[in-house]
């Protein structure tokens, strides 16, 4: 099986510097990532694109997130600080070459709006959201698809209410129960907890070591570092073991993270050194990278 990655970036945000960081000083983190005048971060929406063609010419094309999309309405959008008004993740892809007719499958690692917000049509006066994407299959882990369709009041603003209702509709949702799925061969699955309940992470094989697409558990090059969480996170105390665990491992094998918030880095080597993790050998944009 051969495989090649694409970063395909979607719609960038900016939200809360102190929300992204947790009980990080501003003191620290604003040395990563410098505030603009209201507080706010610049953030990517970052999909990971894996072509993969097996030995008698057969490719497929899975798609690991969507990004927030533009769904939102305007005075919406500007509230949660997204940049653009047009679909970046369709733009994005077209310029990889494909189109959303294209894609096979979509792995989501969970199904918060600025993960999940770009299958969904662009925002239109008076006219009702549609999925964007035509034939693929989309995979989403129990206790995260559980959470979508009954969320708590604490991340409740979080979710899109019309989405598990086209997905059902779509006849093409999959939902995962297990660390593996005849879906993705040879694919290794990760579940958390931490964050939100069954944040799925999917491990890509690859011959410079396995590619983790680690969503919101580790979304960008400082959440390397093992103390660091957000404010989001719903258990930091469990998301830090859980972190703690797959990055130790990850090391362990010569693996990458592939970062979806991340504005300047997609993906990085897991290092670990005097008990302390970080990022070597970084990669800003993959395009059509051999793994």
């Not at 096979?104 to 009702?128: K, M, N, Y």
């Not at 999917?202 to 960008?220: H, K, M, N, R, S």
């Not at 469990?238 to 094998?253: G, N, Q, Y």
């Not at 005097?274 to 990022?279: A, I, L």
Request: glycine share 10%; hydrophobic share 40%.
């Amino acid at each position: 099986m051969k495989r090649r990655i694409w970063s395909i970036l979607g719609n960038s945000q900016r939200l809360d510097g102190g929300a992204m960081f947790g009980n990080v000083p501003r003191a620290l983190w604003q040395r990563w990532m410098p505030p603009d005048a209201h507080n706010r971060i610049e953030l990517a929406c970052r999909a990971l694109l894996v072509e993969e063609t097996s030995a008698d010419g057969t490719r497929r094309l899975i798609l690991c997130e969507t990004g927030i999309g533009t769904f939102f309405p305007p005075k919406m959008r500007e509230r949660f600080g997204v940049e653009e008004a047009e679909h970046v993740l369709l733009e994005s892809l077209a310029a990889a070459g494909f189109g959303p007719q294209d894609i096979d499958i979509i792995v989501l690692s969970h199904l918060h709006f600025d993960h999940a917000g770009g299958l969904l049509t662009a925002w239109r006066e008076d006219a009702p959201l549609e999925l964007v994407f035509p034939r693929a299959t989309f995979v989403v882990g129990q206790d995260a698809w559980a959470r979508a369709q009954h969320p708590h009041p604490r991340d409740r603003a979080s979710f899109i209410p019309e989405l598990p209702g086209l997905l059902i509709e779509s006849g093409r949702l999959e939902v995962v129960h297990h660390d593996t799925t005849p879906t993705l061969p040879g694919w290794r699955l990760h579940f958390s907890e931490g964050h939100t309940p069954g944040l799925m992470l999917v491990e890509v094989p690859g011959d410079a070591g396995p590619l983790l697409f680690a969503g919101d558990l580790i979304p960008g090059v400082p959440w390397v570092h093992a103390p660091i969480t957000m404010g989001y996170d719903r258990f930091p105390e469990r998301l830090i073991d859980e972190k703690t665990t797959l990055l130790t491992d990850l090391a362990a094998r010569g693996g990458w993270v592939f970062f979806t918030h991340d504005k300047a880095v997609a993906m990085g080597k897991i290092t670990l050194q005097d008990g302390r993790f970080g990022v070597g050998e970084t990669i800003g944009q993959p395009s059509a990278l051999s793994l």
